[in-house]
């Protein structure tokens, strides 16, 4: 067994101590000789961790198929001064395969008391905002502009392994190790795209919104709701996204977005129909305790769709049934599932909710 213990040469931007202290938290990453956790086997693991402030990497390297036992359990011992272990999509692979090829030697290597922070699960919800081609490590990396020395996968290298064990030639040890190395180490940069998953987690105060007169490509006017936020940590890189009359810009630690106002009659419906009349001349429900004067004729027992009142005016988009600040939504007919809100409900009381509101619906609907 080949043991690699160094210092990482890696700055990482995202603050860690978000997830506990420093020298409890451990990335790591294994490379396996196939996807098959029964009949293939773990030939590498690699970690990294802090000595107080300072990233150290190591890896442990089955030098034949015969030392796989060896580095679970160099591995299993090391990891047991730490609390918090960060991976790539480890919940899905990783784990599961360490658990599994541990069973094989009766070794517990069980994880249930860390946290475990999986960087791709949060990130691959985003997709349709960070617009990748794949949810792949490396496509990650390419995001965020990291280049690797490392030109291999670690299917490529599953052949080269065979290979070294075979061979013993060490000169194949590089590429093994690199490749390793950097699936690791790059971690620590992915892990800043965290600040944009806090985005949308509402980790955001609000410092600024105004209403704006602009003008479309045509040249029409129109008005739009401006909100401008302050992150809680620093995006790596700058993201824009449109949907459905809503754009927002990421950039360091602002957030800038804005929703289009809509001007139009919109109704707002009363739950309680049973006790209203319906007036087809006025197209509007009023409650029996008025309606009981109007003439029969012209009036008649409200459904739950015709039980509303219509009302002019400018709106904003709201998608969500309930509120605790927002409790008069309008709709165009009962069915919808989105409403609006009056734009003069917007103020400094309301607009941290209604950001948040926009905020829930672009991490919940990808375009089709």
Same mark, same amino acid.
């Given at each position: 067994?080949?043991?690699?213990?160094?210092?990482?040469?890696?700055?990482?931007?995202?603050?860690?101590?978000?997830?506990?202290?420093?020298?409890?938290?451990?990335?790591?990453?294994?490379?396996?000789?196939?996807?098959?956790?029964?009949?293939?086997?773990?030939?590498?693991?690699?970690?990294?961790?802090?000595?107080?402030?300072?990233?150290?990497?190591?890896?442990?390297?089955?030098?034949?198929?015969?030392?796989?036992?060896?580095?679970?359990?160099?591995?299993?011992?090391?990891?047991?001064?730490?609390?918090?272990?960060?991976?790539?999509?480890?919940?899905?692979?990783?784990?599961?395969?360490?658990?599994?090829?541990?069973?094989?030697?009766?070794?517990?290597?069980?994880?249930?008391?860390?946290?475990?922070?999986?960087?791709?699960?949060?990130?691959?919800?985003?997709?349709?905002?960070?617009?990748?081609?794949?949810?792949? /490590?490396?496509?990650?990396?390419?995001? $965020?502009?990291?280049?690797?020395? &490392?030109?291999? !996968?670690? @299917?490529? *290298? %599953?052949?080269?392994?065979?290979?070294?064990?075979?061979?013993?030639? /060490?000169?194949?040890?590089?590429?093994? $190790?690199?490749?390793?190395?950097? &699936?690791?180490? !790059?971690? @620590?940069? *992915? %892990?800043?795209?965290?600040?944009?998953?806090?985005?949308?987690?509402?980790?955001?105060?609000?410092?600024?919104?105004?209403?704006?007169?602009?003008? &479309?490509?045509?040249?029409?006017?129109?008005?739009?709701?401006?909100?401008?936020?302050?992150?809680?940590?620093?995006?790596?890189?700058?993201?824009?996204?449109?949907?459905?009359?809503?754009?927002?810009?990421?950039?360091?630690?602002?957030?800038?977005?804005?929703?289009?106002?809509?001007?139009?009659?919109?109704?707002?419906?009363?739950?309680?129909?049973?006790?209203?009349?319906?007036?087809?001349?006025?197209?509007?429900?009023?409650?029996?305790?008025?309606?009981?004067?109007?003439?029969?004729?012209?009036?008649?027992?409200?459904?739950?769709?015709?039980?509303?009142?219509?009302?002019?005016?400018?709106?904003?988009?709201?998608?969500?049934?309930?509120?605790?600040?927002?409790?008069?939504?309008?709709?165009?007919?009962?069915?919808?599932?989105?409403?609006?809100?009056?734009?003069?409900?917007?103020?400094?009381?309301?607009?941290?909710?209604?950001?948040?509101?926009?905020?829930?619906?672009?991490?919940?609907?990808?375009?089709?």
């Amino acid at each position: 067994m080949l043991v690699i213990k160094k210092k990482a040469n890696i700055t990482i931007q995202y603050p860690l101590e978000e997830f506990g202290s420093l020298d409890k938290i451990l990335f790591f990453d294994i490379e396996t000789t196939g996807f098959s956790r029964q009949y293939c086997s773990i030939y590498l693991i690699g970690c990294m961790y802090f000595h107080g402030t300072v990233p150290m990497y190591a890896q442990w390297l089955a030098e034949n198929f015969n030392e796989e036992a060896n580095i679970l359990m160099a591995f299993h011992k090391f990891i047991q001064s730490f609390d918090t272990i960060i991976h790539f999509n480890g919940n899905s692979f990783d784990i599961p395969f360490l658990m599994e090829r541990g069973k094989k030697y009766n070794l517990d290597l069980s994880f249930d008391r860390f946290q475990s922070i999986d960087i791709y699960r949060p990130l691959a919800r985003l997709n349709h905002i960070l617009k990748l081609e794949n949810q792949k /490590q490396k496509t990650f990396e390419k995001f $965020l502009n990291i280049k690797r020395t &490392d030109p291999f !996968s670690g @299917g490529d *290298l %599953i052949e080269v392994y065979k290979h070294f064990v075979e061979s013993k030639d /060490q000169r194949l040890i590089v590429p093994l $190790l690199l490749h390793n190395m950097e &699936d690791v180490l !790059s971690m @620590g940069s *992915l %892990i800043s795209l965290f600040a944009i998953s806090d985005l949308f987690q509402k980790k955001f105060t609000v410092s600024d919104f105004q209403i704006c007169t602009c003008k &479309d490509m045509e040249g029409n006017p129109y008005r739009e709701l401006r909100i401008q936020m302050a992150l809680q940590h620093s995006v790596p890189t700058p993201l824009s996204y449109y949907y459905n009359n809503i754009y927002f810009r990421a950039e360091k630690e602002t957030f800038h977005l804005s929703v289009k106002i809509q001007s139009g009659e919109y109704k707002y419906y009363f739950t309680d129909y049973k006790n209203y009349y319906y007036l087809p001349v006025e197209d509007r429900a009023i409650h029996k305790s008025v309606g009981q004067f109007v003439n029969a004729s012209f009036r008649r027992q409200a459904t739950s769709s015709t039980c509303y009142e219509k009302v002019s005016g400018e709106f904003l988009p709201f998608f969500h049934a309930d509120s605790s600040v927002f409790d008069i939504i309008f709709k165009e007919n009962i069915k919808d599932k989105h409403g609006f809100i009056l734009l003069d409900t917007i103020n400094e009381r309301t607009i941290f909710e209604y950001a948040c509101e926009i905020i829930d619906y672009l991490k919940k609907t990808p375009p089709k």
